[in-house]
């Protein structure tokens, strides 16, 4: 940087402000250019006027009305109202993207109509976009990997949850031939293996994992009133790993609290502002896929000649088991990993008089 006596200043002057890169302070500069330099003018007294190779000095794109702001080799910067003058300092090879974003930003309808269409797509994305990707991702796994994430949720379960089955060999046996029977000749039945357990701790229920396994627990068998109510519930089971909606879950998820962070300016998805909407968002992607599954089972169901109904009732005992009656219809539903149980019977009751 070089000290100039004022008087070289040219006549085409700007009003700007002035950061010298060291320290918070801004002055208030006249700024002007003089040959192939651009000088800047403090008005304090003594050594007023300083100055820099235009070469080196980097301008920010048109944006707008927004102020321009002037890069200066030495680190600091000048940040100038938007002028004709400072293209003629600084020319730029003409940008397509750069001038467009300019149009943009001096209409507001324009900006309306582009907010728009930025929620339009996003939702779309939500919607349509990121499940079939999360499908086709998932269609292309080896099945080492949903193998190994298995391994480790069944690693964790057997510690604390699962207990060998109490059931009599006889009942195991049947129960395992009416499985068989019900999926042979389905989509991935040779992956699919019914694993009986004993699991005081997580009562009635049953469970799939993305490797094919799986588990209904003792205490689902002792509050089915018939095995059919039994295989309604494996039906729904089998739909999940048909469909892969473990592995589908786990990408959608994962996908949804890096897109929250992305847009909302955490990547590390520790704020409320963004695990909030994503939790919504990843229980949203859970209950489809649990409408996705009973689907399957009510078709399953009917084309062995038995009736989705049972399906109907075991879940209204299984949601009274659970004390989840009243959760329907409530904010707490959108919580839910889950649909509502009656939107459930009510499917399976639909289902089962288009028989």
Not at 148 to 168: C, D, G, I, M, Y
Not at 196 to 221: E, H, K, S
Not at 238 to 245: I, N, Q, T
Request: proline share 6%.
């Amino acid at each position: 940087m070089r000290s100039m006596p004022a008087s070289i200043l040219g006549s085409d002057v700007m009003e700007g402000q002035w950061s010298d890169g060291r320290s918070s302070r801004l002055r208030t500069v006249k700024v002007s250019r003089n040959g192939d330099w651009l000088q800047a003018d403090t008005g304090d007294a003594g050594e007023s006027i300083h100055d820099w190779p235009l070469a080196y000095i980097r301008i920010s794109p048109r944006l707008g009305r927004t102020p321009r702001t002037l890069t200066l080799p030495d680190g600091g910067c000048i940040e100038l109202a938007d002028s004709p003058t400072l293209d003629e300092w600084f020319p730029r090879p003409p940008s397509r993207v750069e001038a467009f974003a300019d149009w943009l930003e001096r209409r507001k309808y324009a900006i309306a109509a582009s907010a728009l269409i930025t929620v339009a797509l996003i939702v779309g994305f939500l919607q349509y976009g990121l499940p079939w990707a999360a499908l086709k991702i998932a269609e292309r796994l080896p099945a080492s990997v949903e193998r190994s994430a298995s391994n480790q949720v069944v690693k964790v379960l057997e510690r604390f949850h699962l207990q060998p089955t109490e059931l009599p060999d006889a009942r195991q046996q049947a129960l395992q031939s009416q499985f068989k029977r019900l999926v042979a000749g389905e989509p991935r039945a040779d992956q699919m293996r019914l694993n009986l357990v004993n699991a005081a701790g997580i009562g009635p229920n049953a469970f799939a994992l993305p490797d094919g396994r799986i588990y209904m627990t003792d205490q689902l068998v002792e509050l089915a009133e018939s095995d059919d109510e039994l295989l309604a519930v494996l039906a729904h089971e089998a739909g999940h790993h048909v469909h892969r909606h473990g592995v589908r879950g786990a990408i959608e998820g994962s996908s949804v609290f890096v897109l929250a962070g992305l847009m909302l300016g955490d990547a590390t998805g520790s704020s409320l502002a963004v695990s909030i909407p994503a939790t919504l968002l990843s229980n949203g992607f859970s209950r489809d896929h649990e409408r996705e599954a009973d689907q399957y089972a009510f078709a399953l169901l009917k084309r062995h000649g038995k009736s989705p109904r049972d399906f109907a009732t075991l879940m209204a005992r299984l949601m009274k088991a659970h004390g989840m009656e009243d959760v329907d219809g409530s904010v707490i539903g959108y919580l839910s990993t889950h649909p509502p149980s009656q939107e459930r019977v009510r499917a399976a009751e639909a289902a089962d008089a288009s028989r």
